[in-house]
């Protein structure tokens, strides 16, 4: 329960935003919804006057088609052939009363008679505003789909009934194909309809977007809430309900986070006589935690194969995301422009940086911060996977650690300017997926990794040597993909290397651990081959090799050092430090362990170390020779 009781008080700590619409990426609407109110997406929009007369109606774009409506218990939970009607916009088929005269088929019970009924009692009640009652005025002529025929909205055949779907034969009534039928899916009478009053005389809000509307449906339909029940949430007697919300990640989803249905067969398993003695919910818990996991999903929410991942405070609600890359990090120049990459004085930095956020959050560490994983295996039930809540003072810590130790250079990121930027610090979760599975790795196993990764980063616990495993035989295999790719796999694949072992970036020339060697040697002769090929782009011979080198290093080493042989002639004496080098770094590795034993992933973090000093050596070179001239 204690995540839905820091989604509810979420909820409370932003009463201020309830009904406020935003904007994410791709100028997506979204809002936190008020309790009793639910998102739709509308097809026909229908102008009412304030004396409840028809005025107009417009077919919905599709980017505007999102839209709030008030919704009761029963209407936010329908499924099928049931009649639940939602209390102000609905379908066509509820909402028209004339539907039957057109051709409109039901069941048992007219669906409009429900709906009108339903709507009578809020138009009626103390809490209607003068939109409710306009809007209650009209349809209570049954003359809907009278009027939008008038207006060309919905088409009739020549039996003067509705449409079911676009034919050809159609034309010749009608003309080119009318705009409704590229916005429904199905019938016309599944068109959504919303209600909207117009006023020649002053400028109106919206009826789904004005509060006013909200606060009238809320304080109606709170008269109309069954019988109180302790509430395991809050632990007060309020208006309890067996009935909670769907659509959590999107407007379609239909998978619900709790349910209890199963009323036959293996009923609760045969554990309780009704799903109310398991646990009771209040509505009004249940509704504003909902709202509150919708709006935090929509706001910064990552969602990859329909699996969320959602990180949160109850009252700052944007923290520093742990799946991110420290270079995402909104961080100081100083944290970020590290030169010396070595491991104590980066720990130091990162700690510095972190600090920063623990100033601009609220001083409350005590308050809450929560990570919640979600994914659905069916259509219909959705489940917590992995949930956290922890202050947020252990939280920044647990960032600090993570991004102080699973760290090395970096250099795939890019700017504003599309210029590739170098970064020292921790990979982003989804970018070890590509280093572990490739970049044509399905969103199923990006999340799995994703998930996986959590507990590494939020409760220090190892990285999953598969993980690590797999990234280490794709590092090890360059000619399989292109350089840049390479790279990237390369530097992630040391960052979860070092995790475990501690090593700097810069070349420690102490460790004489026998893969760090061996590795240390292909860098060299990797270096030592570029420079004779010069501007050739073909990979060198340590390269193409790097594969059979990390399975038997002895003999694959005598291959390599074979191919050198015309390189180092064609350098002449610029190849003697290379050679000298080359002669001292396997000078120490012990006659007994220069074999063909496979070598561990520290032979990865001894080649980057040894490349990167080689190339910073020609660089200061370069930058002297500069200097002189």
Known sequence: MSWLLNLYETYEANLDRVGEIEKRYNDREYTLLPVSHTTQNAHIVVDITEDGEFHSAAVVDKTDASTLIPCTEDSASRAGSKVAPYPLHDKLSYVAGDFVAYGGKVKKEVPFEVFIKQLEQWANSPYATAKVKSIYSYLSK?????DLVKERIVFLDAAGQL??????????LHGDKPPIFSVVAGEQESAFIRFNIYSPHKVLDKVWKDPEM????????????????????????????????????????????????????????????QSGDAASISYEVSQKAHNALKWLINRQGKVIDQRVFLFWGNTDLKLPDPMEDFYSLDLEPA????????????????????????NTLSSEYKSAVNILVLDSATTGRMAVLYYRNMDKKMYLDKLVDWHSTCVWLHRYRKDEQEERVEFYGAPATKDIAFAAYGPKANDKIVKGLMERMLPCIMDGKPIPQDIVRSAIHRASNPVSMEKWEWEKTLSI??????????????????????????????????????????DEKRSTNAIRYMNSFSRH???????????????QARLGTRSTYYSSLIDEVASRIPIDQFNNKPLTGKYLLGFYSQRHELYQKKDKTTDTSQTSN
């Open 553 to 567: 290093p002895e003999r694959t080493w005598g291959t390599i050092q074979a191919c050198l042989q015309p390189h």
């Open 214 to 273: 909200y606060n009238s449906f809320v304080q109606h339909y709170a008269h109309l809430l069954g019988e109180e029940d302790y509430c395991y949430v809050t632990g007060r007697m309020l208006p309890s309900t067996d009935k909670h919300a769907n659509k959590i990640r999107n407007a379609a989803d239909k998978a619900k986070l709790i349910s209890a249905n199963d009323t036959s067969g293996f009923t609760f398993r045969g554990r309780f006589i």
């Open 142 to 146: 049954r003359q809907l789909i009278q």
């Open 335 to 358: 944290a970020t422009e590290q030169k010396s990459y070595t491991h104590q004085d980066f720990a130091a930095q990162v700690a510095k940086a972190i600090e920063g956020y623990r």
């Open 163 to 172: 449409i079911d779907k676009w034919d050809k034969k159609y034309e010749a």
């Open 493 to 534: 694949t040391c960052a979860l290397i070092n995790k475990k072992e501690g090593y700097n970036v810069a070349l420690d020339t102490e460790i004489n651990d026998r893969s760090y060697l061996f590795g240390r040697l292909l860098a060299i002769a990797d270096v030592l081959e570029r420079r004779a090929l010069e």
